[in-house]
């Protein structure tokens, strides 16, 4: 109970939350780092997994084949990523080691909601003469939005907590709190950077599961 305290009384001290290593500053940059990596994987996958869905050809390999990358480590991939001429870009490793860790949730998602629209209405579309790019984007896209959004909603909650480790590379953000607590033995320090990553990830589900609450209805006006 003593180091919870001494948490709090870390997190409430105005010290602590001024200038280029306070907490305001290291919010931001994990803020600007989750949002940029989430952006670059659904332009990624997301175009991706909506023509895969659509065709119904190729996905599953496709899918696969990202859900091999979960089997990777992203701290292991980050190491390798240092390593080579990409390392050489002060946040490239970790932007895409985070971008390869945020693909397999956004794919798999974006894909099962194309598959499970109704077929029904996907060929009562075609039967009233639309085409494919009409199809996709009026129809099977609105009716698979509240599963494509819970996939980015997975992706985005993950990078948040997985994005800690940029500070292992020199970047910044809510880890570097962890880790110049770990390098100065304190420990209050490491249990108020973790708390902060917590909620901080707390928030962003929030604001995501309150977004769907209003997609089922947009989908079907827009079908």
């Known amino acids: 109970m003593k180091t919870l305290g ?4 870390w997190l409430t001290d105005s010290a602590h939350w001024a200038g280029e290593n306070g907490i305001g500053h290291r919010l931001l940059e994990h803020l600007v780092l989750t949002a940029v990596c989430l952006l670059v994987s659904c332009l990624l996958a997301l ?25 990777v480590p992203t701290f292991a991939v980050l190491v390798l ?5 990409v390392g ?3 946040e490239g490793p970790t932007i895409l080691a985070l971008v390869l860790f945020a693909l397999p949730p956004l794919l798999t998602n974006a894909y099962v909601g194309m598959r499970g629209v109704d ?8 039967g009233m003469g639309m085409t494919g790019t009409q199809m ?9 939005l509240p599963l494509i959004l819970t996939g980015v909603r997975v992706a985005a909650v993950q990078l948040v907590a997985t994005a ?12 570097r709190i962890i880790t110049a607590g770990f390098n100065l033995a304190s420990t209050p320090q490491v249990v108020a950077g973790a708390v902060l990553v917590a909620v901080f990830a707390l928030l962003v589900e929030g604001a995501f599961v309150l977004a769907e609450r209003f997609l089922p209805h947009r989908g079907r006006e827009v079908a």
């Open 6 to 9: 001494d948490s709090w009384d």
């Open 47 to 71: 175009p991706v997994a909506l023509v895969l869905g659509h065709l119904g050809r190729g996905g599953a390999l496709a899918v696969n084949l990202s859900n091999v990358g979960r089997a």
């Open 81 to 85: 990523l240092l390593l080579t001429p």
């Open 88 to 90: 050489r870009w002060s």
């Open 119 to 126: 077929r029904e209405i996907v060929r009562a579309a075609r």
């Open 136 to 144: 996709l984007r009026r129809v099977e896209v609105p009716l698979a």
């Open 164 to 175: 800690t480790i940029a500070a292992l590379a020199g970047g910044g953000g809510l880890g």
